[in-house]
């Protein structure tokens, strides 16, 4: 088992910049992946924002987010981050941190441990 718990959210004006932290405990010697879904409140739908294989450091990210957000990690401390600049309204959403120990993807099926979740609100 696999806990992990994201911080860092808050309001931000659009353009602005965010950091998001996630820490992860317990069995994380045997985590393949880590990943940032987000999801908007009102709809029941989670959506991939950015996935890193947490050995070689592989990175895939959403299309709506290339360019403007950073997923990193580090190892030695377990933790995941997520940098994000040139924040639009659009982005509003509750964001969660994902891991898993055996697969890498951009679907929620792909992550067996998840946390609550924090808010990022993006002002006009």
């Known amino acids: 088992q696999v806990q992990v718990a994201e911080s860092g959210g808050g309001l931000v004006q659009a353009g602005g910049s965010l950091r998001l932290s996630c820490a992860a405990s317990?069995?994380?010697?045997?985590?393949?992946?880590m990943a940032w879904f987000r999801q908007v409140p009102g709809r029941n739908l989670r959506d991939f924002v950015a996935?890193?294989?947490?050995?070689?450091?592989?990175?895939v990210y959403a299309n709506s987010v290339k360019g403007r957000f950073t997923i990193s990690r580090d190892p030695a401390k377990n933790m995941l981050y997520l940098q994000m600049d040139a924040l639009k309204p659009e982005d509003t959403a509750v964001y969660h941190c994902?891991?898993?120990?055996?697969?890498?993807?951009?679907?929620?099926?792909?992550?067996?441990?998840w946390g609550q979740g924090t808010q990022v609100t993006v002002s006009p």
């Open positions: 317990g069995r994380t010697a045997n985590m393949y992946a």
């Open positions: 996935a890193i294989k947490w050995g070689t450091g592989n990175i």
């Open positions: 994902a891991a898993d120990s055996v697969s890498f993807g951009t679907s929620v099926a792909s992550y067996d441990y």
